[in-house]
Structures are given as C-alpha cells and as structure tokens.
C-alpha cells in the first residue's frame, strides 16, 4: 500500500496545531515518517524528551488528532510506548474522567471541538 | 542468523589478557587483570570455562565463538584503550584491525584511542592512522583511569577528538560507561558526561555500553533526551542467566522509556563467554505480565528482537542487510 492516501500536507496541519498545544509542555513533536501502511513514527522534542508522562500526552492529546488523519493507522513515539495492560488502563482513565465536553473529538480543531451542551457535573460519572 | 534475523554483534574484543601484556611498572596491574578475568568468569556459562582466558586471543578463536558457534552475521572488533595496567592495551588496536583484515565480509574495525595515553597530538595521529590506513569505522573511548581520567564533556581534552572524527567522516563514537574494570573511580564512568557533547555534536552519533550499570538511570535519561545518543547491551544480557527477572524489568524499561530503535545488541564476546546462549535467551525472553500491568512496560515483540539484535546497528553503520544476507548465503 502506498502512503499516497494520506494527505501529507494536513498531517502537517495537525502535527503543527499538535505542537501549538505542546508549547504549553515547551516541548513539541516532529514527523520521523509514516510506512506504506499508515504507521506514523513521531519523535517527542524540547522538555518532552525524557519525561515520564510521554504516554498520557501520546494517549490523551496526540494519537486521537492524528488517527482522525484519513489513511494513519498507528501511532507511535519513541518513549511513549507502553504495555497494553497500561493502553488500556489510560484510555479508560482519560475517557471517564475527562468532563465530555472538554472531550477532544476527530473532526473539530486539532482534530476535534468540544462537545457542547453537557453538563458540568459529567466529569465524575465515568470514574 | 536466527531464523531470518539478521544478527550484528556491535561489540567483539580480540582480548590480550596475556602476562606478557601486563606493565611492568605497576603493582597493580596483575589484580586488574585478575579482576577483569573474575568479571568474565563470573557471567560465563561453565562450558566456556574450560579454557583459560588469561592469555592473548586469536582472531581464529573468536571467529570461531562468535561466527560458528552462535549464529551471528556480522560483528564489530572494538579496541578499549585501557592502558593503565596493559603494555598493548587490553583490546589491541592491531589485534582488533586483524580480525576485520581477515573476515571483511563478516566484522568490521572500531579503533580507539585516549588523549591521556600519550597526550592530544599523539592521540589525533592515531585517529588519523587508525580511520585512514586502517579502515575503523568507529571509534572507541574509556575515560576512567585510576589516575588522570577525563571527562567526555571536556572542550579541551575530548571535543577535538570529536572534531577529528568529524573531519574524517567517523559518525559513530562508542564510550565504555559504568562496571569499571579495576579500582578506578566509578563515577568517573558515569555517562552523564555524554550530554553536551550530544547536543553539541548533534551530527555524530553517540553509543553507551553496558547500560551503564549501575548507572542505568542516567542512561537511560540521557539517551532518551538525546536523539543521538543510543544504548548498547554489552554483556547486559547474560544476566539473565542469574537473574531473569532484572534483565527483564531493564528491558521492559529501556522499551518503554528509550524505545526499540536505539538499543543494540552487544556479546562481549570472548571474555563474556560465546554469544549463542545469550542469543536464545534474548529470543525466547518475555515481558511478564505482572511488569506489562504493574510498570506498563510493553511486550519485546519478535519485530523489537530483530531491530535489537541487527537491524538498528546495520543501519547506523550503512549496511544493507537484504544485500549482506545474499552476499554471506553465497559466501
């Protein structure tokens, strides 16, 4: 497969409105490559290399915005791997504890807008 | 290979731990080398104990360890200018270039050299020998000496050998860090010092080896800060033998927090005893499930054993694996 289906010039978009948000982490992300079948390899930068908390950053922010790019499949970092036991457990975590309409979506800005019109007090009922 | 994993050794020492190479001049240069000897004997498998180890090894012997008996498709013969207690070195610059002399298709020559040996201008010349006459492709460097050891940060010791490198096209810097092999200062070893020459030589690529254990932390912190800097397994491995369970909490860690494409695989051979044990432990090894719930570290995938094993150091050092695998089956 060819990665010809991936619209390089909006996975750009998205990594760079990505790096807007990891600004606030003085880090960022760079491009390392996408394989034919839709993998994108990521390098953390900036205050991010090293930093423990790689994986809920990956988990919670970057994948979903670079997923909703038609044609990627996977993402991936270097340090941000982990366990699936851990995948698992954290995107559990982050979709019950995350207040649903703070809830980043694929389709708005960075890949997702807030979802309106949830009450408040919906942060605690997933947890 | 194992397989159809291709298997690059990043590190083979044609050891000279004979007396004859032992100083003279230094009362404690027969401990040391007692020392290194307990060191190797200690992670050996008892079958390679047969053997005495204390002497001056051939090229044909560990061709015969490494290529033979195990399977592996190609390795580097490093030089480790230890010099402190041995006449010609404990790994010999000619003992090392000998080995990728006689076995071009199979092992290539990593030189070393020490600006404290005798001094910056002799130590420049021998880069300069070793790079252009004897065909190194890497350098090695082991800063901890008992007495005058340098730091690998110092802009006036080790950055022009660094820009020496660069001159003559050596990408590829290799540094002994950690498990000292005499009294010398441990700390001395520390790989801390590899930051700043990292970030300020961010086009030559930099190797800790042996984890640098016991400073696996700060290995870790550094090569995972440093898109340059990667972590060899020199001889990391055979502790699985004694203890499992460590090797797999480092490796589950190192997955998890280095990632997969900056370890390499290292045997140590010969000291370390031959590599073929250690290879069937690194393959047959998993991540446990108490370590993948507990400290999320991910499963080694057969996919990381190759990069690990091959892969990631065939590609720093330019190699073509599919070309090598079809020159070596013709072989």
Redesign the interface.
Known sequence: MSTAHIDRSLLDRRIHELNRVMDGHAGAIELIGVSESGEVEL?FTGMC??C?YR?LTMAGTIRPVLLAVPGVTKVA???S??????EQRLVALLEGSVPARLRIQPSGPLGGGAEQGKHSDDWARGI | MIEDIFVFDNVIHVYDLSDENLRQDREDSRSARDHLLAIGAGGRLPAYNTQDFGKRWTIEELYEMVFVDAPTDMAMAQVVPIFDWYKDWFAPVHAQHAMAARYPERVMFCGGVDPLYRGMVDALDQLEYQVKELGASSIKFYNGHVTGSWRCDDEKVAYPLYEKCRQLGIKVLQYHKGIPFGNQKLEDLSPLDLQAPARDFPDLTFIIHHLALPYIDEAI?VA????NVYLALSGTINLAVIAPRLVQEQMGRL????????LLWGSEAALAGGPAPYLKTFMEME?P?D???G?????ITRSDKEKILGLNFAKMMDVDVAAKKSQLATA
């Open positions: 390098r290399t090293g423990p994986p970092a270097m340090g791997r982990i366990s699936d036991e851990a | 912190w995972n800060r440093f898109a997955l998890m927090e280095v990632g997969v494409d900056k991540i499930d370590l993948r719930s400290y999320g570290y991910p499963q």
